[in-house]
């Protein structure tokens, strides 16, 4: 439930935003409207808004779920693998990059636990 919540708090700071490089970025508005990304942490970043399944403070140097991102600003949109290992595409417009990035996810269901 908190997790749920700071995801929510999270998503509505970045949408009512009106400073910083992400305030009125298309891309972030395309992706708070898509429900499955809308599930996800948000992370605006140099440039970028990449993903995260939960909220984990602090940060560690290297997250454990490596989601692709989409590199922000204007068209074309590009759309990577985690740590820019690979580029999965282009989009000219943010719905298409939400899209293409929704596409590109792994299976979102949380680990079995093995205990």
């Not at 590199?71 to 759309?79: A, D, H, L, R, T």
């Not at 740590?83 to 000219?92: C, D, R, S, V």
């Amino acid at each position: 439930m908190e997790d749920t919540t700071k995801v929510d708090e999270t998503w509505r700071d970045l949408i009512n935003s009106s400073s910083g490089w992400w305030s009125g970025d298309p891309v972030i508005r395309a992706a708070y409207e898509h429900r499955t990304l809308r599930a996800l942490l948000p992370l605006p970043t140099h440039g970028t808004l990449r993903f995260y399944r939960t909220p984990r403070p602090p940060w560690p140097a290297q997250p454990s779920d490596p989601l692709p991102f989409i590199v922000c600003g204007s068209p074309p949109y590009k759309i990577f693998t985690a740590g820019y290992g690979e580029l999965i595409g282009e989009a000219n417009t943010a719905e298409e990059a939400v899209t293409l990035l929704v596409a590109s996810l792994p299976d979102l269901a949380p680990p079995e636990s093995t205990h």
